[in-house]
């Protein structure tokens, strides 16, 4: 395993007075990795390669947010991503935000130079794809339970695709509770569905600010947290799920953790900038674990001792 190799390679500090001999052992033990055989979850012969895919829905958002479908018909667990690239712009990773064996939704902010370029994309355009990757929410080994899903911001991308799994099997689970913050009202993404979210399940959004004094879908002014807060939630028989800014998430676990939830009835999605997303450039790495490949998904005490490296 690459990691295990990486994790035993002792160097010397870094000095200009044994550079070159530091450099020198760095390279022997480089080579001594062998890379795993890599292979396409979509089947391809080379994994790093992407395919073209149309865009068959162009939906904005919000001003800086859209949501793109593309016509990837691929299996894939709730909670796994993409890479997305754009030829002579970049590549970046994107949650999967529908579950679907037909085609892939793909909610998008607007922050860099990659997703600026995808935000001026039109229906029947073409984009390049690979994936999917990554560890899902393990939904088949929580059948029978209460769910509860905690989102803030573009953090409630990556719960769409759990929540679209909920109501494909909705027979499989007891109650589900839906909290959902963001900024502003015009800050809210998923409009459409949360019209028929708060029919289907018990759901709460907050804002953090309302200047517009209009409220939708019975939001509460405050942050997410104080709404978890005064909530009656019961940790019997229930399985909780994250996603949102790290303050957020440390800010609801420790609720959780007021509330009788044990570590293993937490589940996280961690935000890290994937390049390979095969576990192989060792960017988001999480003290010993992947983010690409351990995750992003994991269950709290996986990695409630962890610090980012």
């Given at each position: 395993m690459i990691?295990?190799?990486?994790?035993k390679m002792k160097l010397h500090k870094l000095h200009p007075t044994n550079l070159k001999s530091n450099l020198a052992?760095?390279?022997?033990?480089?080579?001594?990795?062998?890379?795993?055989?890599?292979?396409?979850?979509?089947?391809?012969?080379n994994p790093y390669v992407p395919l073209p895919y149309k865009v068959i829905e162009y939906y904005r958002e919000t001003p800086d947010n859209f949501t793109i479908t593309i016509d990837m018909a691929v299996d894939h667990?709730?909670?796994?991503?993409?890479?997305?690239s754009i030829p002579g712009i970049g590549e970046a990773p994107i949650s999967i935000c529908s579950d679907s064996?037909?085609?892939?939704?793909?909610?998008?902010?607007e922050v860099g130079n990659v997703t600026e370029h995808l935000g001026k994309l039109k229906?029947?355009?073409t984009i390049l794809i690979r994936g999917p990757y990554g560890k899902g929410y393990p939904m088949k080994d929580l059948v029978g339970n209460n769910l509860l899903v905690i989102g803030g911001g573009c953090g409630v991308a990556p719960l769409k695709g759990l929540i679209d799994y909920i109501e494909h099997y909705r027979e499989e689970y007891k109650q589900v509770q839906l909290f959902l913050g963001y900024r502003s009202p015009n800050?809210?993404?998923?409009?459409r569905e949360l019209e028929e979210w708060k029919n289907m399940y018990h759901l709460q959004v907050t804002v953090d600010q309302n200047h517009s004094s209009e409220f939708c879908y019975n939001a509460k002014e405050g942050f997410i947290t104080n709404a978890l807060k005064e909530a009656s939630i019961d940790h019997a028989n229930k399985i909780a799920f994250i996603c949102g800014?790290?303050?957020m998430i440390n800010a609801v676990v420790d609720l959780l953790k007021q509330k009788g939830f044990h570590d293993d009835q937490i589940f996280m999605s961690a935000e890290r900038l994937m390049y390979c997303a095969f576990g192989v450039c060792?960017?988001?790495?999480?003290?010993?674990?992947?983010?690409?490949?351990?995750?992003?998904?994991?269950?709290?005490d996986e990695v409630k001792d962890f610090k980012n490296d």
């Open positions: 990691k295990a190799t990486l994790e052992s760095m390279n022997m033990q480089l080579k001594q990795i062998k890379l795993p055989k890599l292979q396409s979850p979509t089947g391809g012969q667990d709730p909670g796994q991503f993409v890479q997305v064996n037909k085609f892939i939704k793909l909610n998008i902010r229906k029947g355009d800050d809210i993404i998923f409009k800014p790290p303050v060792c960017h988001c790495m999480i003290r010993g674990k992947f983010t690409c490949v351990d995750g992003p998904v994991f269950r709290y």
